[in-house]
């Protein structure tokens, strides 16, 4: 697995803003879209393209487009919706499938409570939204998910992660026949006894969404 820490200060910046307890939900969604959107060109720059040419009013140019079958874009829900429209808006031709999954508070293990993914990956780049890369349950979980069903690569964004998460996705991938990045704005210094990144940014969906 390769980790890509992405060095920019505009990431730097946002992501400081992000963590700051006195950013309220509005601000901290708009951060979190723009951020998503910095990492998603980083993220993509493996995307599978094809030669064409164009017709521009003074001669024909070679280019490439976007190849078949399109990139697949996954947002863990709940916390990973609040990444999809900064990720689509680089990627707007891509398909979008979702997985639901929850972590138990007290066994930090995940469940899946919902799928809407096709069945069939094969061939398929896919891009996982997750905000937090903590013990690394979730995000193996839908990894091992979307390799089951096939994909030929994937790519997950991740605005922190902690060290105890990539040493975890390490030890799943392990098993696993598909090779995986993960892109994101900052490599944290540990997990909590609660299992929360430190210094973290807090609970992101509840940060994105309210305490529901
Ligand atoms: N999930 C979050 O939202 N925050 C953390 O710090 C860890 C997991």
Same mark, same amino acid.
């Given at each position: ?21 006195? &950013?309220?939900?509005?601000? /901290?969604?708009?951060?979190? #879209? ?11 720059? #493996? ?5 064409? &040419?164009? !017709? ?32 689509? %808006? ?28 096709? #069945? =069939?990956?094969?061939? %398929?780049?896919?891009? +996982?939204?997750?905000?937090?890369? !903590? ?7 839908? +990894?091992? /998910? ?41 490599? =944290? ?8 990144? +430190? ?7 509840? %940060? ?5």
């Amino acid at each position: 697995m390769r980790t890509h820490v992405v060095d920019h200060p505009l990431i730097a910046h946002k992501l400081t803003a992000l963590r700051d307890e006195r &950013t309220d939900s509005p601000t /901290f969604r708009r951060l979190a #879209d723009e951020l998503v959107t910095l990492l998603a060109y980083e993220a993509t720059r #493996d995307v599978r393209v094809e030669p064409v &040419t164009v !017709a521009t009013p003074v001669a024909p140019a070679t280019g490439v487009r976007l190849a078949s079958p399109k990139p697949l874009v996954v947002p863990i829900l709940r916390a990973g919706l609040g990444m999809l429209d900064g990720m689509m %808006r680089l990627l707007p031709t891509a398909e979008v499938g979702f997985l639901g999954m929850v972590r138990d508070e007290e066994t930090l293990q995940a469940t899946t409570y919902a799928t809407r993914l096709p #069945d =069939d990956l094969s061939g %398929r780049q896919c891009y +996982v939204l997750d905000p937090m890369l !903590a013990t690394g349950g979730t995000l193996g979980a839908a +990894v091992q /998910f979307l390799a089951d069903r096939g994909a030929e690569s994937v790519t997950c964004i991740c605005l922190l992660v902690a060290p105890e998460g990539i040493a975890h996705l390490d030890e799943v991938l392990a098993s696993l026949n598909v090779p995986v990045t993960v892109v994101t704005a900052a490599l =944290d210094d540990r997990l909590n006894e609660l299992g929360y990144i +430190v210094p973290g940014l807090g609970d992101a969906g509840d %940060r994105l969404y309210g305490v529901v």
